[in-house]
């Protein structure tokens, strides 16, 4: 039984060496193999001096060094910060600063870009560089090292990994946002452990699964298919795909059963010419509601593959979903919490809500993360404790208030309601943004849809609908509003619609940036104070 992360890999290498564990490319390793490439990488890590729980940063496109980095820093003792290859030198470089990175891993390519941003990292001291570059650049203070150079060292004599329990450190992720400075969530052992064993579980893993992975491994829904994979045995396919037809392809050559994505990409996925004879078992879907039509187009073109609509939070990694099982009679559902955990709905005094009514999720249980990385003030605002008594014995833990806004009904369903923070006020009702898209979505011709609120000087918030029509639709603004007014009331109706030729912005995880999008919508309704 697997305590540590890394130790889904040697364990499975110990029960399945031959099997196929990690493919990108031409490049297809056995578990084996995999193992034996980790401890090389832990190995190198503790020749470049890297102490107990320091932070090892990863800043590379979707590849086999990628895994390797991320798993034997863990193995090594330390602490691995994937950096979604999105993000630009500044960002990296404040991730890299914030949580002190020790260590970064990084391209020939990525290095360039990233240049003089490395200075505000005091404490950097070795960057490792991949193969392909014919030099490597100097960087005062900074050692630079090429990747084969680094594990040639660590070969030279045995390094004792240091020791780590369930409860360490083992990952920090950046959560994204387009205001502000993103937050590190840090997560243990246990979490990331607990996380893969719950997910595997209810989805029915097996060492027979193949699972594309499509996602950002620094965003915890993407690092997720790594690990529930590495848990069973499973053949993880690395793809950086550019386009959708890609994803297909890649699922027809891989003979893929698992297939995780985020709402939009899902709704592109939809419109493809699946084969009848696609390998797929499973779908899942976290990161945002998955609209109905979009749902019922996959059903239609992947009718052998079982849907599962999940919903988590980057501070407890997964906490609910709903099993194909129920999709008929409960579409708009989240469903119930995953394995091993405990998930309520409670007002803000912490009672629990009764049925039907709003509250605030929140999560307990071995997947609650330990904080947020040298911010006490936001830990302490989103991490509360939470008492139970048995028998007069007083138990307290540390549960995670998400934010979020769902209702539970009689049979212990939730349903998501909405962020607090996206909520719109507008002439006294509270109103969901997902309540508006949903109707939006179910034209045939609206491709991306997003409902901000926005500052109103009568209203308070206005309604605010922006819209990327379909390749080759048209799309008129007041055509969608008189379409829109039969489904919704006077009160849910946006007070302006804009159409978008390009697609809608999206923050590093693919999801839509409603924070960019209400930036830019800001002053929209100013002239009807005039």
């Not at 107990?52 to 086999?64: I, S």
């Not at 990175?101 to 200075?119: F, H, I």
């Not at 129920?326 to 409670?346: F, H, Q, T, Y």
Request: glycine residues 8%; hydrophobic residues 45%.
């Amino acid at each position: 039984m697997s305590h540590l992360v890394h130790e889904f890999i040697f364990d499975a290498a110990d029960r399945v060496p031959g099997a196929e564990a990690l493919v990108h490319g031409s490049r297809r390793l056995d578990y084996a193999t995999l193992a034996t490439e980790v401890r090389q990488v832990a190995q190198a890590l503790l020749s470049l001096g890297l102490a107990r729980g320091e932070r090892v940063a990863v800043y590379l496109e979707k590849r086999t060094e990628n895994v390797t980095s991320m798993f034997g820093a863990a193995a090594a003792g330390a602490v691995f910060v994937p950096v979604n290859p999105l993000l630009k030198p500044d960002q990296v470089a404040f991730i890299a600063a914030d949580c002190d990175v020790r260590v970064l891993v990084t391209s020939p390519e990525r290095l360039r870009q990233l240049g003089p941003s490395l200075a505000e990292c005091p404490a950097l001291h070795t960057v490792v560089v991949t193969e392909g570059a014919a030099t490597l650049p100097e960087i005062e203070g900074i050692r630079v090292v090429s990747w084969s150079t680094v594990l040639a060292e660590g070969g030279e004599r045995e390094h004792r990994p240091h020791r780590a329990i369930d409860g360490d450190m083992a990952a920090i992720l950046y959560t994204s946002g387009s205001t502000g400075k993103p937050k590190g969530v840090v997560l243990s052992h246990r979490n990331i452990v607990a996380g893969a064993e719950s997910v595997a579980s209810y989805l029915g893993n097996t060492p027979q699964d193949r699972i594309l992975a499509l996602l950002p491994l620094s965003f915890d829904y993407g690092m997720s298919q790594l690990t529930t994979a590495f848990h069973v045995g499973a053949t993880v396919v690395l793809i950086n795909h550019l386009l959708p037809r890609d994803v297909l392809k890649a699922v027809e050559a891989e003979r893929i059963t698992g297939l995780a994505a985020v709402p939009p990409l899902w709704i592109q996925l939809a419109a493809l010419d699946w084969p009848a004879n696609c390998t797929l078992r499973y779908l899942t879907n976290s990161g945002g509601a998955m609209t109905r039509a979009t749902l019922g187009a996959l059903r239609r073109v992947l009718p052998q593959a079982q849907p599962y609509l999940m919903y988590g939070l980057t501070e407890a990694f997964r906490s609910t979903y709903l099993p194909p099982a129920e999709l008929e009679r409960r579409p708009d559902s989240m469903g119930k919490a995953i394995p091993n955990a405990e998930v309520m709905v409670l007002r803000p005094d912490g009672s629990e809500c009764a049925p039907g009514e709003p509250g605030e999720l929140v999560h307990r249980g071995a997947l609650v993360s330990l904080g947020y990385w040298n911010d006490p003030a936001k830990t302490a605002e989103r991490f509360k404790p939470v008492q139970s008594i048995h028998n007069g014995l007083v138990l307290t833990e540390l549960a995670v208030w998400s934010g979020d806004t769902v209702r539970r009904d009689e049979d212990g369903f939730l349903y998501f309601i909405s962020r607090k923070d996206e909520m719109i006020k507008t002439s006294g009702y509270r109103v969901s943004p997902t309540e508006v898209e949903e109707v939006v979505y179910a034209r045939d011709n609206v491709a991306e849809a997003a409902a901000i609120g926005v500052t109103h000087p009568t209203l308070g918030q206005a309604i605010a609908l922006m819209v990327h029509p379909k390749d080759g639709t048209g799309l008129l603004a007041d055509e969608l509003l008189a379409a829109l007014k039969p489904q919704l009331p006077a009160y849910m109706l946006p007070a302006k619609i804009i159409v978008s030729d390009a697609p809608l912005p999206r923050n590093p995880n693919g999801k839509i940036d409603r924070k960019l999008l209400s930036t830019q919508l800001e002053g929209i309704f100013a002239e009807v104070a005039r």
